[in-house]
């Protein structure tokens, strides 16, 4: 799954936004916490249901892992998966570090009953994302390929809502699920939700493999945003024009095997270290990393330079439609170019 997970709020009158220039440090980090999964999502951007080639860390070294992370002054987690609730320990973990630290968790909610929600709750979890990709149980299970997920995640998000957690609801847009965005819309503002966040779609992978089938064009996805009438009460989240952020400068991710990888967009594309053999800053400073977070792109855009300070938006976009992390991100409208988004480059 899922954020370095930095969303732009839409808004009538978007305030300027003013970016602070190189960190000697993140202030958010994102945990892949495992790439276990009861599901065998298309839209996962994780390999879960293949073989892997090392140990997942555990939860001790997790633990360890974040004790570096909070002496290094990260203040924020985000934590994913796979599924985090599949992982011994987690919730545990999650509890011991809800009072240091910020922490939203995405999990897709299938295993989310009434005693997990008010645990969570008790525990002062920050955020629960939650990902339902249909507003019908026919287009959500075909693309988690496990029939009953829809209803079981529905499920889960109204335990969560019922709990007095802040919970969010997450839309992978791409070419099966598209027809029902709106009805999406009315679904989970009908559920409590406090927001919905509308995310493009990352070459990253197995969705690689099938991007041809699931990706959207530009105008395709850009009139889809357009057209969401959002219900009363309820937050949109989306990354295109004029909100798309690029994250870099403030973010950091660790995978499921220790690896510093920038940002979960990113871990198809770099690799930092691992934190298991080195201090988690000695990671952050490689000299990739240093100039993902420079901002030194060939070309940015202006409106979304205005609104999010945004340096030619996603890294890991622009790199792998153009080969180079300096290059402009071909999802937004200033910057593509005549990309096409539906054929992904070798």
Avoid at 56 to 81: F, K, T
Avoid at 260 to 275: E, H, K, P, T
């Amino acid at each position: 799954m899922h954020p370095a997970f930095t969303f732009a709020e839409a808004s009538a009158a978007p305030p300027k936004y003013s970016n602070p220039g190189p960190l000697e440090r993140p202030m958010k980090t994102t945990l892949v916490i495992t790439e276990q999964c009861n599901l065998d999502c298309r839209l996962c951007y994780g390999r879960c249901k293949e073989a892997k080639p090392r140990p997942e860390m555990s939860i001790d070294q997790w633990r360890s892992v974040i004790n570096d992370l909070a002496a290094s002054g990260v203040m924020w987690l985000y934590i994913e998966g796979g599924e985090p609730f599949l992982k011994p320990g987690f919730v545990e973990l999650l509890a011991e570090n809800t009072p240091r630290m910020f922490t939203m968790v995405r999990t897709h909610g299938t295993l989310i009953d009434e005693a997990l929600a008010t645990t969570l709750k008790a525990i002062d979890v920050g955020v629960v994302l939650v990902d339902l990709w249909g507003a019908t149980a026919q287009t959500h299970d075909a693309l988690t390929r496990t029939p009953g997920s829809h209803e079981r995640t529905l499920a889960g998000m109204r335990h969560l809502v019922d709990a007095g957690i802040d919970t969010q609801a997450l839309f992978i847009l791409n070419r099966h699920n598209v027809h029902e965005l709106q009805a999406w819309f009315d679904l989970v503002g009908s559920l409590g939700t406090s927001a919905a966040g509308v995310l493009r779609l990352y070459p990253l992978g197995g969705v690689k493999a099938q991007w041809k089938e699931l990706a959207l064009s530009l105008e395709e996805m850009t009139a889809a945003i357009a057209g969401i009438k959002v219900p009363a009460g309820l937050r949109l989240m989306q990354s295109w024009h004029p909100r798309n952020a690029n994250c870099c400068w403030q973010m950091s991710a660790v995978n499921a095997f220790g690896d510093s990888i920038g940002c979960a967009y990113l871990r198809d594309y770099v690799n930092f270290g691992n934190v298991l053999e080195q201090p988690f800053l000695q990671t952050w400073n490689h000299p990739l990393g240093q100039e993902l977070r420079s901002g030194h792109v060939e070309r940015s855009c202006s409106s979304c330079n205005s609104t999010q300070g945004s340096h030619g938006g996603c890294r890991s976009t622009a790199y792998a439609f153009h080969g180079r992390f300096s290059a402009p991100d071909p999802f937004d409208l200033e910057l593509n170019d005549g990309v096409d988004l539906t054929t992904l480059p070798r």
